[in-house]
């Protein structure tokens, strides 16, 4: 009778000795394992305050870049259904800018060129220029309205302002209300000249850094219309260059300018629960 002796298989022979890489890969997960178990979570006082600081504050900006993306969302929304509607006739007295927003208009009236403004620094297919900023006197009415006919280049010279020629006589505008904004980064202060409709105006100041209604609407001491028309590209009032932007221009940056802000609050607390994980004193 044979007996076979087999070996203890809990017992490792020498003649099956571990490969060099599972040997790595052993010794790989013994160091993770040896990282982990010798720290303990001991929060330290500057990087948790530099954590409980930063943190909000990039939560914070890309919200405010998520909502702006959001707000010009709803304004292309309105834009787009608006723009389906029958254009409207300006209305002769003051009105609430919001009932007007992205609506096509008619006006009728006739330009007032010894108040017109030239809105500095706006960029057109990569070229610095001015917009053409407008008023109109309504027919039949005190009331005028701000139109804007469009781009004009600017000069080598940014010191000549370039001359403007304007319609004269009874003249119907086509175009779209627009609610200019009211806030604004401004570098110096504009030298607006406050005049009154019986003056001679020579001392108008024709060019803006930005068009500020109110500021407007003291200058030149009339009423005017809390909305600005954008030049139709088929209106034959005197227009120039026109290809307005989408109220959603750039949107998609907003949303990626959302991510990152909101990416490095997350790198902010990995970096936290690292540097406090430390091994015991």
């Known amino acids: 009778m044979t007996i076979l002796n087999i070996p203890d298989s809990g017992k490792t022979s020498p003649d099956y000795a571990p490969s060099p890489d599972q040997a790595t890969t052993t010794l790989a997960a013994q ?3 040896s990282w982990w178990t010798s720290r303990r979570f001991q ?5 948790t305050l530099a954590a409980v600081l930063l943190v909000p504050l990039f939560i914070s900006a890309g919200q405010w870049q998520w909502d702006k993306a959001a707000g010009k969302a709803r304004l292309q929304n309105v834009l787009e259904a608006r723009g389906q509607e029958a254009a409207l006739s300006m209305p002769t007295t003051t009105i609430d800018a919001e009932s007007l927003r992205y609506r096509k208009i008619v006006a009728h009236g006739h330009f007032e060129p010894q108040y017109q403004v030239l809105i500095d620094n706006q960029m057109y297919r990569a070229q610095a220029g001015y917009h053409v900023i407008t008023p109109l006197r309504l027919e039949g009415s005190e009331i005028r309205v701000l139109v804007n006919r469009g781009w004009v280049p600017a000069s080598a010279d940014h010191s000549q ?3 403007v020629i ?3 006589g009874s003249v119907d505008v086509l175009g ?3 609610v200019p904004s009211s806030r604004f980064f401004v570098l110096g202060k504009d030298k607006v000249q406050t005049s009154s409709t019986n003056s001679t ?3 108008w100041q024709r060019v803006w850094q930005n068009l500020d209604l109110g500021r407007y609407g003291k200058a030149v001491g009339f009423p005017i219309q809390p909305v ?5 590209a088929n209106s034959m009032a005197g227009g120039f260059a026109r290809e307005w932007p989408r109220p959603d221009d750039r949107r998609q940056t907003n949303l990626g300018y959302a991510l990152q802000w909101w990416s ?8 936290w629960l690292v540097l406090n994980f430390r091994k015991p004193a």
Do not use: G, H
């Open 264 to 271: 490095f609050a997350a790198t902010t607390v990995v970096l």
């Open 31 to 33: 160091s993770r394992n």
């Open 43 to 47: 929060p330290r006082l500057w990087p």
């Open 176 to 178: 779209m209300a627009v």
């Open 201 to 203: 105006n020579s001392e």
């Open 161 to 163: 302002v370039p001359t």
């Open 166 to 168: 304007t319609p004269m």
């Open 228 to 232: 600005v028309l954008q030049l139709d």
